[in-house]
Structure formats: C-alpha cells, structure tokens
C-alpha cells in the first residue's frame, strides 16, 4: 500500500524559512504528478504548488514569488520551499499524489 509521509514542518517566525518534504513509501510504478496543499484553522483546503512528470511546474498566486517546489530526481518525492514565510502561511500542509494524501505537516509563522 502507498502512503505519502510529509516532514519539515514547524514554528518560524515571519521572513523565516522552511523545507517540505513529501516522500512517497511503497511500490509505485513512474513518476506522477504531486502537489501541496494547505489548510488553515477554520478555512478550505488550498491549492498551493504542482510539480508535473516533467518538471513543469504551478504556484498558487499566494505565494508564487516566495515558494517553489521540486522534485528529488526521478523520484516520487518532492519538496516545497518555503521563503519569506507570513504569519498567513500558517496552515497543515499536505501532499497529494493521484488522489492520496499523506497525514501533513504543521507550519506555524509567528513570532
């Protein structure tokens, strides 16, 4: 069975950074699609960034100048970097492949 652990999560305070991590445990067979995804207290779950099969890749408006994401080599594990943090940043990130999620990971930007 697949699953999909986030890591790197954590309190920072504003203009501080932070690295996601998502990697992906089991047998899965080529390269897909993966994103991040967020969700603060009390709001929707948010599109925030997708890496495609061949690199191309799609940043929410929020924060298209402060974070990207990448990909590990052929590998169905990403990161998302997160630059320049705002305390509205502060959400559960989470990591979807195809429709799976993993358990995400807590950011808190405060200081």
């Known amino acids: 069975q697949v699953q999909l652990v986030e890591s790197g999560g954590g309190l920072v305070q504003p203009g501080g950074s932070l690295r996601l991590s998502c990697h992906t445990i089991?047998?899965?067979?080529?390269?897909?699609?993966m994103a991040w995804y967020r969700q603060a207290p009390g709001k929707q779950r948010e599109f925030v960034a997708r890496i495609y099969n061949r690199g191309r890749t799609d940043i929410a408006d929020a924060v298209k100048d402060r974070f990207t994401i990448s990909r590990e080599g052929q590998q169905n594990t990403v990161h998302l970097q997160m630059n320049s943090l705002k305390p509205e940043d502060t959400a559960i990130y989470y990591c979807?492949?195809?429709?799976?999620w993993g358990q995400g990971t807590q950011v808190t930007v405060s200081s």
């Open positions: 089991g047998t899965f067979s080529g390269i897909y699609a």
């Open positions: 979807n492949l195809s429709g799976l």
